[in-house]
């Protein structure tokens, strides 16, 4: 029997108030792999990260997590689902240290205080670097990492990024993407959005283009080149 994919999006379609913003958006994210939804400004791809994770219900569509019917379903259960979400801006303390931002994500996970502490400095050596600094006195590539430090202590089965290289130095988002091609490879499905294309299809298997509220291609990196180009309007991806 074939392993239903991590992740299975059917013709989502999603508006704002009277306005439709999502168009019947359809694709898969397969086990263990690294999928980029791509598209610039005003694509839809926060959108559909937004009813995935159970923010906006959508108006149409399915939505089935491990094989399993989960439309409609609230956030909780999303997360009891194994899908994670690292939302645009992080979502991390500020002003609480490294250390405590970890103390407190026990408390959503089964894992001990002093375990999340160890996967994270086996993960992350520089946050043990930091661990008695402010959060929000980080760097934002350091930011970045307490963030995904958090959502792989709940021990995720799906994992979505919301543009991991917003505001970031070239240098950062690459090592940062390198800790993405190395959580895939520990069996965790990643759902990354991405609004400079060619950052996240250096790791990812998959891409998924979007434009104007559709999904105008998917495949593999190689195969979606001339669709990605035209949702950039010929602009650099």
Do not use: W
């Not at 009813?51 to 569509?61: D, H």
């Not at 996970?109 to 661990?131: G, K, V, W």
């Not at 988002?173 to 250096?202: C, M």
């Amino acid at each position: 029997m074939t392993e239903p994919n991590a992740l299975d999006v059917v013709d989502l379609t999603a508006a704002y108030g009277r306005i439709e913003v999502l168009h019947g958006v359809t694709f898969s994210v397969p086990r263990g792999s690294v999928v980029a939804l791509l598209g610039p400004n005003g694509a839809g791809k926060s959108t559909t990260l937004r009813c995935i994770s159970g923010q906006l219900e959508p108006t149409a569509g399915h939505l089935h997590i491990g094989g399993h019917h989960l439309n409609g379903a609230a956030a909780d259960r999303l997360a009891r689902a194994g899908l994670c979400t690292i939302p645009e801006g992080r979502g991390i303390f500020p002003n609480l240290s490294v250390e405590e931002n970890l103390r407190l994500f026990a408390f959503t996970t089964a894992n001990s205080d002093q375990e999340i502490r160890e996967i994270t400095y086996t993960q992350f050596p520089r946050l043990q670097e930091r661990r008695s600094q402010l959060a929000g006195r980080l760097s934002g590539g350091e930011q970045q990492m307490l963030a995904m430090a958090r959502a792989l202590a709940t021990s995720p089965a799906i994992l979505m990024l919301d543009e991991l290289s917003m505001g970031l130095a070239p240098k950062i988002v690459e090592n940062l993407y390198g800790i993405v091609a190395d959580i895939a490879r520990t069996g965790v499905s990643v759902l990354v959005v991405e609004q400079f294309a060619r950052r996240a299809l250096a790791v990812a298997q998959y891409g998924v283009v979007m434009a104007g509220g559709r999904v105008t291609a998917v495949g593999e990196p190689a195969d979606i080149q001339d669709e990605l180009s035209a949702a950039y309007l010929g602009g650099a991806a």
